[in-house]
């Protein structure tokens, strides 16, 4: 498969290492779910002002795992160029 | 060093002079020894990382060695960091059993803290935290201690069991989520901790320099010049988005800390 990928890329010209096409796609999930829960984050506090400190800790927390996946796909991208 | 191992800065090189744009990538990570004492080499992220341990023993030295009931100026924004961990974090996630771990939490928060922010600081300008075995040591340390209390609370049976066996589910699905809980409690967990925070200083620092540098690279004719006002505009906002970033890194580390923490204090039902 990434042998397909290498002939592609070298045929339409695009050199360098292609690990950072790999590191676009991985953001694409994460980038949704960041999304999602900052969305329903900030939806959840307007209804209920007084949960804010708890639902904003909550938020980070899941932030930070969301985001983990994209910044693996950032580690492998300089992982094996 | 070969040839292409080099910033814009060092060779002095400008966009139309035919000579390419020296991009920033892994390599600009490593340092020179400063000096070498038998197998280990003293460098900058070294000599950084011993500079902001002192800064913040002797900040916290001075506002804590002779407390007072009012307190001063130092020992007033002391004080409002300790509480900002104690409150926000440790009470809101442990609740009264994080007392004993809010010391940890508060050096853990005020460490990774300063280490990122050296990244913005003038003549310094590298996170320490973007090598990355400090992460490393760091979530070694958490793992270390979040294994002790869950053992110490809950017996060694009782521990597996917290660690592997989430309680109340219909017993055919433990075949599948007991595997899954140890792989992502033991071995996922100091791994993600250690990624989440080098992966971001690293990206910043990355982000930063490439701004800089291409700010540099694009200096010297007219047309150039006009490239390179919104480079260096970017590379300030960026700046100030890393320091939100580095303060958001050390919270979120000091909060996923307590998590693992307070799982760890669940009794075993």
Known sequence: MSAAFETLAAASGIKGSLNTIGFGLAAIGPGIGVGIVFGNGVQAMARQPEAAGLIRTNMLLGFAVIEALALMGFVLAFANP | ?269
């Open chain 2, 1 to 269: 060093m070969s040839n292409e191992e080099v910033l814009a800065f060092e060779t002095d090189c400008h966009l139309f002079q035919d000579c390419g744009f020296p991009a920033p990538s892994v390599w600009s990570f490593l340092f020179e020894p400063i000096f070498t004492v038998g197998p280990i080499e003293f460098n900058k992220i070294m000599l950084l990382a011993l500079l902001g341990t002192a800064l913040i023993l002797t900040f916290f030295w001075a506002a804590f060695a002779n407390p007072k009931v009012v307190p001063g100026k130092l020992q007033m924004v002391a004080e409002a960091g300790y509480d900002f961990v104690r409150r926000g974090v440790a009470r809101e996630i442990m609740g009264k059993k994080g007392e004993p771990f809010v010391p940890l939490l508060v050096s853990l928060f005020f460490f990774v803290w300063v280490m990122n922010i050296w990244a913005v600081i003038p003549f310094a300008q590298f996170p320490v935290t973007s090598a990355i075995a400090f992460p490393a040591v760091l979530a070694a340390v958490v793992w270390v201690t979040y294994m002790t209390v869950t053992f110490r609370t809950n017996g060694f049976v009782g521990g597996i069991r917290n660690l592997c066996v989430p309680s109340g589910l219909p017993k055919p699905i433990y075949v599948i989520l007991t595997p899954i809980e140890f792989f992502s409690n033991v071995i996922l967990r100091p791994f993600t901790l250690t990624v989440r925070l080098f992966a971001n200083m690293f990206a910043g620092h990355l982000l930063l320099l490439l701004f800089i540098t291409a700010t540099w690279y694009m200096l010297g004719t007219l047309g150039g010049t006009l490239y390179a006002i919104p480079a260096f505009v970017f590379a300030l906002i960026l700046t100030g988005f890393e320091l939100f970033i580095q303060a958001l890194q050390a919270y979120v580390f000091v909060v996923l800390t307590a998590n693992y923490l307070s799982q760890a204090l669940e009794e075993a039902h």
